[in-house]
């Protein structure tokens, strides 16, 4: 039972991945999970490169994951074999945490170190009383143990990719997209809009689109989801679309917008993945699915 919560949690985390994340499940033992953290920008530890476990116990929901960072680091709030201390990981911990809600919890350590209670006391002392002593111990201890060379070169071939792609995208916009970094400092989260479509139902509405980077692109697919409610049967809210647009690594995302448009105007009953019942509409009762589509009234409890 739990393992299937957390195999729940799992594609959640595939639908809206965290910035500043990459991980899942070792092998196929749910329990145990590995994730390459990065330094979130304009944090003390911006460019280190930090590998982390997350151990579930297999027995019991309410006990808390363990947490380890198999990278050393220095930080008040990190114990030097690596494990974390948070009070959502000892008495503040409850069932309903869900995996990616840690993770950003974990983000946020990095960036809003916490002295008061700490865990490495040499780290939280000299947060306290030297700052630019901290800032350089942390830079060392980056540059001695979250240098993974492997993972940079990955990192770094994806902002040239993204950047290339954004460059071209503002440079030859998409008619009816707008698409652009939600922090300039930060290539791998960009926010979008598109415009329905004129020979389609949804013409003249607009819907928001987020779409995050994994930081192995294009290795691994990015997360390309509506926030916006349509009634569409390949296209629901909140719902990882790269599956439906048959990514692959050679797209691009000008290209991702412009399988998006097609399907606004061309849905495909027989894609894997469609809402079934919206299919059956679409072929059984054209009108009735473009009235439903033109309405775009959201499912009552669903708003």
């Known amino acids: 039972m739990y393992g299937n919560i957390i195999r729940r949690q799992l594609d959640s985390l595939f639908n809206d991945p965290p910035l500043n994340c990459i991980g899942g499940?070792?092998?196929?033992?749910?329990?145990?999970?590995?994730?390459?953290?990065?330094?979130?920008?304009?944090?003390?530890?911006?460019?280190?490169?930090?590998?982390?476990?997350?151990?579930?116990?297999?027995?019991h929901h309410f006990n808390p994951p363990k947490v380890i960072f198999t990278t050393k680091i220095f930080h008040p709030n990190i114990f030097p074999d690596g494990a974390v201390c948070m009070d959502i990981l000892e008495d503040n911990w409850t069932p309903v945490i869900q995996i990616s809600a840690l993770l950003v919890s974990i983000c946020s350590l990095l960036f809003d170190p916490n002295p008061d209670n700490a865990a490495n006391f040499d780290a939280a002392q000299c947060y306290r009383s030297n700052r630019e002593r901290y800032k350089e111990k942390v830079r060392e201890w980056i540059t001695e143990f979250a240098n993974d060379d492997g993972m940079k070169e990955k990192i770094d071939a994806a902002k040239k990719?993204?950047?290339?792609?954004?460059?071209?995208?503002?440079?030859?916009?998409?008619?009816?997209v707008s698409v652009r970094p939600v922090?300039?400092?930060?290539?791998?989260?960009?926010?979008?809009?598109?415009?329905?479509?004129?020979?389609?139902?949804?013409?003249?509405?607009?819907?928001?689109?987020?779409?995050?980077?994994?930081?192995?692109?294009?290795?691994?697919?990015?997360?390309?989801?509506?926030?916006?409610?349509?009634?569409?049967?390949?296209?629901?809210?909140?719902?990882?679309?790269?599956?439906?647009?048959?990514?692959?690594?050679?797209?691009t995302t000008r290209q991702y917008f412009q399988c998006l448009q097609t399907l606004l105007s061309h849905p495909d009953p027989l894609t894997k993945g469609c809402d079934h019942c919206t299919a059956y509409l679409y072929q059984a009762n054209r009108l009735a699915y473009e009235e439903k589509a033109q309405a775009c009234e959201p499912p009552s409890g669903s708003r």
């Open 25 to 59: 499940q070792i092998n196929e033992d749910l329990f145990h999970l590995q994730f390459i953290i990065t330094g979130p920008t304009g944090s003390d530890y911006e460019g280190g490169i930090f590998r982390m476990d997350i151990q579930f116990a297999s027995n």
């Open 161 to 176: 990719r993204i950047s290339s792609e954004l460059e071209n995208i503002l440079q030859n916009p998409l008619l009816g």
């Open 183 to 251: 922090d300039q400092r930060d290539l791998f989260y960009w926010h979008g809009v598109i415009l329905g479509p004129q020979d389609s139902p949804h013409k003249d509405r607009s819907f928001s689109v987020n779409i995050r980077f994994p930081l192995d692109y294009p290795d691994n697919s990015p997360s390309f989801v509506f926030n916006s409610y349509i009634y569409h049967l390949n296209i629901r809210s909140h719902i990882n679309l790269t599956k439906t647009l048959n990514w692959n690594a050679a797209m």
